[in-house]
């Protein structure tokens, strides 16, 4: 307990950290962190699409429209706050953990609840049966907002990169077994559940952290106007994640659902697997330097130029290379995704690349404001996906990837908190986006080659990645001098030693 007491009480003061280098020590974490998850996740959607139909993935897409919901609501944002303020105390810690612990119930209690009409709403009773075994996840969760914000507030980037790393790698086993075993959609329950136990317990063994029995609605009462703020933010991520699947999944089916949901969820992993880890680092980051403006600005332009120069080629390159991608992934069965895929690669660029506008807003404590730029967003997403379902999933995939370019809007919104404009975000975006565009026609190019088209799918898909990679690497380092300038530097540190 001596530990626990001395861990939590050095959280309750921001040091005075050397954040440059904390933050390249958390990028190298995430980095690596980027590419084993990769790994991980091409391994294990390769075997389960070979051991699972696409109806299981349906099944399980349309229970998480309900699961996401409850889970993106349940902390209320409590533990960023807990990350953002400059001090905090012990009586705060155990006031959030009671407040999360009760949320996570009662919204167990309400996905059970909400199970019953969703089976009606699908047309399937057992998205119902999933739900209800999937509540528990809510419970789970809750019970680690207090090691979460610790770890974070005293930038603690190797331990989070164990415990998550680590959650990731035995939640796939357990759904590989389960699917092996022939579970079905179950198994990808079994994993996820498996997941959060073991994440729960995991983040207790790095803060042992015991709540005292106290709670004060006044401590809640003064964080409501920045936990509520995250709230609503919370709703509008999740419609703006949700709505597509919601009506998708209702006029077209489990099956359909699947083949969309998986070519989503493939091209969402650029923005889950990449640029939402940097802003668990650049969150903390940016909140210490709140009184140094020019420092500030100088991270944000570094931090923003090096996001969007590795997303923005991830997602041209995943739509540039879908055919060979399904075929290598999932099986000539899945096809049917492939124009769908294509189209969420280049609206996940975009999404990745803005994905620094988040940090901002909260480091700036200016998460209301975040909400209503993000409310327009979610209204222009919620017209275009209404209007282009008797299209089919590739008419709601092109409305999709259209109405992301408002993410651009966002994004200026949060560099005028901190005096940057247009030209600042040109000078980050337009390196990128233009040597990926011509990656993209490069690599199509090469795909139409008729000798490829004889070769294997893996091989066709190392060639093009190759070749595109090469060619993305030359232009942008041609149009960046920013970008020329870093890589030089990190050529000559390596060098050196």
Same mark, same amino acid.
Request: hydrophobic share 55%; aromatic share 20%; glycine share 6%.
């Given at each position: 307990m001596k530990r626990a007491r001395t861990l939590l009480r050095r959280s309750f003061y921001r040091r005075d950290l050397a954040v440059g280098r904390q933050v390249m020590h958390g990028a190298a974490y995430q980095f690596v962190s980027i590419g084993l998850r990769t790994l991980i996740t091409i391994g294990s959607t390769a075997i389960l699409a070979r051991l699972l139909l696409p109806a299981d993935f349906g099944y399980v897409a349309m229970a998480t429209v309900v699961t996401e919901l &409850?889970? $993106?609501l349940g902390a209320l944002g409590l533990s960023n706050v807990l990350v953002q303020r400059a001090t905090i105390n012990r009586l705060q810690l155990d006031t959030f953990f009671w407040a999360s612990v009760g949320l996570g119930c009662a919204l167990s209690a309400a996905v059970v609840l909400l199970s019953y009409p969703a089976s009606s709403f699908f047309g399937d009773a057992k998205v119902g049966e999933i739900l209800r075994v999937l509540g528990l996840n809510f419970i789970l969760g809750s019970l680690s907002i207090v090691p979460t914000a610790v770890l974070s507030r005293m930038m603690r980037f190797g331990t989070e990169? +164990?415990?998550q790393n680590t959650t990731i790698i035995l939640r796939t086993l357990a759904a590989i077994a389960a699917a092996a075993a022939g579970w079905g959609a179950w198994s990808l329950v079994i994993g996820a559940l498996a997941g959060s136990l073991i994440s729960t317990v995991l983040y207790f063994m790095a803060v042992p952290y015991l709540p005292r029995l106290r709670f004060s609605r006044r401590v809640l009462t003064q964080s409501w106007r920045t936990s509520s703020g995250y #709230?609503? /933010? *919370? *709703? $509008? %991520? %999740? #419609? /703006?994640?949700n709505l597509d699947l919601m009506l998708v999944g209702r006029a077209l089916g489990a099956t359909a659902l699947g083949y969309y949901q998986s070519a989503r969820s493939l091209t969402d992993e650029i923005r889950g697997r990449i640029a939402m880890p940097v802003q668990n680092v650049l969150f903390p980051a940016f909140s210490a330097l709140q009184s140094d403006r020019p420092r500030f600005r100088a991270l944000v332009m570094r931090a923003a130029l090096l996001m969007s120069a590795l997303v923005v080629p991830i997602g041209f390159g995943v739509s540039a290379n879908a055919d060979a991608l399904v075929r290598t992934l999932y099986g000539t069965n899945w096809l049917a995704m492939v124009p769908v895929m294509q189209l969420f690669g280049l609206s996940a660029s975009i999404r990745a690349a803005t994905a620094i506008a988040a940090p901002l807003f909260a480091a700036n404590d200016r998460v209301g404001l975040s909400f209503r730029y993000n409310l327009v967003g979610t209204i222009i997403m919620a017209v275009a996906v209404l209007g282009s379902t008797p299209w089919g999933v590739e008419g709601v995939s092109l409305a999709v990837a259209v109405s992301t370019c408002y993410a651009f809007v966002g994004m200026h919104a949060a560099f005028r908190l901190i005096q940057l404009g247009v030209k600042d975000m040109l000078k980050v $975006? #337009? @390196? @990128? %986006? &233009?040597?990926? *565009?011509?990656? +993209?026609v490069a690599t199509k190019a090469v795909f139409d080659q008729a000798c490829l088209q004889e070769c294997g799918a893996l091989l066709q898909l190392v060639v093009q990645v190759g070749f595109g990679a090469m060619v993305y690497l030359a232009m942008v380092l041609l149009l960046s001098v920013p970008l020329r300038r870093e890589v030089m530097a990190v050529l000559h540190r390596l060098w050196r030693n």
């Open positions: &409850a889970g $993106l990169f +164990w415990i #709230l609503g /933010n *919370s *709703s $509008l %991520y %999740y #419609l /703006n994640t $975006l #337009l @390196p @990128p %986006y &233009a040597a990926a *565009s011509v990656m +993209w």
